[in-house]
């Protein structure tokens, strides 16, 4: 019995394994056995006969083991239970698969006249039974799916559930799969199953969401079979459309801004490919209102940029057939309005779209209706250049631009002319916009693309010339970038439109973007790599000569264009010029060991040129210095290139002797390992032991940084230890009296202090100091620490001079900056809070009692200052967090020796600014549950000290208003800042409310007793400003009134005033209303404004009968006031809600 006859005979329920057997042959690849030879060679009936007996086996087995008894996943994956898959379903499952199979092999060679009705209701019946498949089984429900998928595209009968079925799934997968690409191609295959099911049926209903989600999915977007499903989804059903484009709409603003481009050509395949209705739904719903949101959308809206990209696409297609006919008819009742709008922002996207898109015009009408259209709207970008504002006048030069470079060919030569001169001659020079002068500059560059229009701008642009000097840099910048791009398509010679004289003065004294770009643009000229390393050399002497400020610039940002070795190549050229330089200035002993070749520059420059001799050597270490990190990581080029400059600098130390050639010599020394250059160590110490007090910055720092980078700095810090040891007065800090001092003469503490200064102040120069050993740091920090005695004796009434003071006061400043430095070193342990702690003292035991009034004028003011300093000092200590929680204590306490002081009130602004960052390291830091109970009493210390400062304030003005005044004025920062501290808090409740319950009372007590001294009625007003109230007030209110979180914070502390009845006249209450008024200026607390005056107004009914007053009475016209303040407050509360 054959093969063929044998399958026949297996599809049926009594020899169900026979078939199974057949079915394992036909997936064994190995196997001659197949079901896609086999099926071909069945006649007719037999196919037939297959079909009906394997539809009565499916029947059979699925009546045997119906799916209601099927063992799903859910009890598969039921707990810890084992669940036991039964024979009979294993067996059921096989012949679902092996009928899948024969099926699916039976489409693919179905022909003409079969009767294939019980293959139809095989695949009926699969389609029935699909979705109850166990989990276990995907591969069988994808092997079923499958089968649809074919049954679609064979296109037989039935096909619509069948498709429905295999779309459903298909759907599903790319909407949840990762990587959906796979499925997207089937998708794309049956996307015509969509057009056989009505939108508005059940079926339609239950795709909508699923196929809305494709359009979130970028991975549908950029994919082309994904462009092409959702292009056509445009040709399902006009409302789908309208949903599709709102789906877009919301989704941009979440696309990046590549993804754009990918929905605009969706938007324009399906636009292509629609017809009748679907296309002017298209037409009206989506590109013409894309158009719309183009021109009406701020330009900052996060999606105003992508509409404007989905649109950009659409312009690019004009030369497709349709296109320009859809644009001008789309354009027509929308865009000529746009850009005659009032408002500039509208006009400004009209002009933009107007220009992408010119000429706007429909290719069906005469050439000579298209010229008068084109001419009008050529005369309309001659208007919109003459735009009143600026952001319209900038859309248009881009515009033009972009016009010119498309249509050059096309637009009269009398026009272009005209509409570049329009721009060279006049929008380059607009003086009210630097925004549409650089826009010109920028878009120039569009034109210049386009070759054509070299032969015309090069006789334009030289007018352009003086735009270099240009106020705003960032039309300098777009300037430059126009000479670049010149220079880049060969458009003329740069030279021509700009001199080498300006761009060199401009690139000497402008900012990096700026210079950076000059010297992009000259490079070439100045260092051409491609010849040889003497013209380089040559060049360089040529800038130097002509602009050395410009070649110091050039050279500083050359390494940005060439390769560190050909830095490295001119720095070795510039070492051999200056030989040679020498050994031509009759140095025998160079000539001697010097061998190399004289270059054509020994006729040009002579050692006697100091200025160029400097200028070269500035011009070395400023090539060394950009590639410094590159020559390091190169450890070979590094030990060259230091052989070869260690050999010669001590010659050119010895014949360059002028002062502004040993500053670079010096950082040239230091840019070397100090072992190549041991005799210059001697050199620069020297040098910075016979500078003298005062000395300029300059002329000490190379030679600190020098030392510093040999590892030197000990030395450094050695002879500032020596010089403060030898000025220091002999006797203890108790001797009354004369101070005699040893050596003063010889010593120079004053410059050893500028030296720490600038150690100190310099990231590189203090990293090197603190890689010292503790042990050669301590003398200069004890040094430091004894120079307290000498302000102690002056205080005392010794004889000192003013210049001796004011050294000791910096060396008991810099004490405290170095404590702070070392403690910041070694955390670990608390010497130098110590310290710190120990001049607190110092200066409360010692200082403090010279804060009075009896102490002599020089007494209070240096005691002022060392107070002052050190308040500073504790101040950066805990600004640092190099404090712990003893040392803040320890502060407060100082902190309120000071205020208690007579004239303590003059260090408030200190204080407050100490107060501020001892909140800020109470307020941003979560304390441990064992210092919980010591932060909140530090917090009520804290609010108590500055309750004292507020009324020490008030005092003041009540005594002396003059002083007052000035005390309020020079607290007014270091209040606001200690204020923004309660910003950054919301646990720590006591603190907010201690501090603006202070400034709460403070301002209704000062505002009410300026009431109170009233005596007419006349003098009763409306405050309109906060300089209408009185100093205090007017101080607390503006600093409040500069941050909305304080000024509400503030509010809820009045509101609880209010609750609280602590206002108990009607003085108070209208000081109340008169703070209210002030704030009310400022629309941001319309709800706190209102709930406070409808409080109030509450509480002032209780006053009502003061109105039966004379009208004279003062207590009747501050009744009568304040109620219409509280009218005037509740009115505008009132206005939003209209």
Sequence with gaps: MSKRKQFLESVHHEHVQDFLNFIRLHKDGADPFGLAEVLPELQRSQRQELWERQLKLLQHSLT???????????EEDAGDMEVEISEEQIQTMAVIEGVTIVSTVSVDILQENDNYT??????????????????????????????????????LKGKEDLGWTAFLVCLENTVTLEKPVSELRRLCTL?????????????????????????????????EEGKRFLAFLFSWNDNFIRMIHETIKNQLQFFPKTLSVHVAEIYFRAWRKASGSFLEEIESTCIQDLMQHAMLLHRNSPVHSKVRQILTYFHKQKFREGVDEMLHRLYKPILWKALKATNAEVRASATLLFTEAFPIHDPSMSSEMVDQAVQKQLDLLFALLDDPQPLVR??????????LARCWEVIPSTVITDLLEKLILQLANDTSSPDVRCSVFMCMSIILDNSLSHPLMEKLLPALKSSLHDSSEKVRVAFVGMLLKIKAVRAAKFWKVCSLEHLLARLEIDSPPVSKRIVNLLFNSFFPVNQPETVWCERCVTLIQTNPGAARKFYQHAYLYTAPANIVKLMLVIRKCLNVCIQNAGDDELASSNKENSTMLEDVLSVQDTASMASLLEILVILWKSVQKSLMANQEAFKYTTSKFASVLPQYLKIFQEERCKAPLILLASLLPASSVPALRSKVMSHLRSLKAGTAVTAYSQSVECLCSWGQISHIVELIENWLVEAIPQGDEDTSGKVHFDGLEESKPDLGLEYLDYVLLHPKTRDCLFTLPLDQIRPLHKALDKWKSLLFSSLSGAEVSVAVIETALRAFIFHGRLCIHLQHKYPEEREFLKSLEHSVSWVEERVLPFLASSSSEQQLSLSRKTVESCLTVCKDVLR????????????LQHVASVLQTEKGYMCIPPVLALLTEVAQGCLSHKPEEDQEDQLSLTIRILTNIFQKVVEIIAHRLRKDKEEGQELCCSSEEALYDFLLVTKFTTERSEFITGVFSSLCAAVIIDISRTLQKISHVEEVLTPESVNDLPPLSNTILKVILRSPAVTRFFLSEMSSSIESEAIDSITQWAAVTHILTIIKQSDAFIVELKE????????????????AENSDNIQRTLYESTVRMLNDILNQCQQPNI
């Design 191 to 223: 996307r015509e199953v969509l057009l056989s099911v009505d939108f508005a049926s059940e079926r339609g209903q239950q795709v909508i969401d699923p196929l809305l989600q494709c359009f979130f999915r970028p991975s549908h977007i950029k994919q």
């Design 64 to 74: 045997a083991h119906p799916p209601e008894r099927w063992i799903t996943g859910a």
């Design 118 to 155: 019980s293959l139809l209701e095989c695949a009926q019946t699969l389609n029935c039974i699909e979705s109850a498949l166990p989990l276990s089984h995907t591969p069988l429900q994808q092997a079923i799916h499958w089968l649809f998928e074919c049954w679609w595209r064979r296109d």
């Design 880 to 891: 640092v967090s190099v404090g712990d929680g003893d040392f803040r204590d320890h502060l």
């Design 1092 to 1107: 406070i005056a409808l409080s109030v107004r509450r509480q002032i009914q209780n006053y009502y009968n003061i109105t």
């Design 394 to 403: 900038s859309s248009a030069v881009l515009g033009v631009c972009s016009v």
